[in-house]
């Protein structure tokens, strides 16, 4: 679904009309929406931040150095 037809756009209410739905995610502008689940919010970080690209090994190794 693009941000033409979502249902954001369809909306009258102003504070709507910056979402839309693109690839089954959730929209606020450019930004993607995270539901306000510690865990799932816990498990993101966790994923992108430890990854191998990240910028840096972690927060106890950054430290350690």
Do not use: W
């Not at 693009?2 to 606020?28: M, R, V």
């Not at 930004?31 to 994923?47: F, K, T, Y």
């Not at 191998?52 to 150095?65: E, F, I």
């Amino acid at each position: 679904m693009d941000s033409a037809s979502s249902p954001a756009s369809q909306c009258s209410n102003p504070k709507l009309s910056k979402y839309s739905i693109e690839h089954e995610l959730l929209f606020h502008g450019h930004q993607i929406v995270v539901p306000r689940d510690s865990a799932l919010r816990r498990e993101i970080i966790h994923s992108h931040h430890n990854s191998k690209l990240a910028g840096h090994p972690g927060r106890a190794k950054t430290l350690s150095l």
